[in-house]
């Protein structure tokens, strides 16, 4: 099943694939155990993206909501500015 979220992160992102490999990896480091209900991008140019993250805990069955702004820096690589957790 989380396969499916990665495949529809790809898709909604169309942004390019390092984005979308940073995104999970940061994602998953910060959050371990979360299952992603949905990825998508939002606002942003080529060196910026705002990715919106729809997740549930484990052992929780409330959905939470962050908002990341990712940044390109030299290479295609992505990291992570800012994160906002929304309750």
Do not use: H
């Amino acid at each position: 099943m989380k396969f499916i979220y990665l495949a529809i992160l790809l898709l909604l992102l169309g942004c390019s694939s390092q984005l979308t490999e940073n995104a999970v990896s940061e994602f998953k480091l910060r959050n371990p155990g979360a299952t992603v209900i949905s990825f998508r991008s939002g606002e942003g140019d080529s060196d910026n993206v705002y990715v919106y993250i729809k997740y549930k805990k484990p052992s929780d069955e409330n959905l939470y909501q962050e908002i990341v702004l990712y940044q390109n820096i030299k290479g295609g690589n992505y990291i992570v500015v800012e994160s906002n957790k929304i309750d």
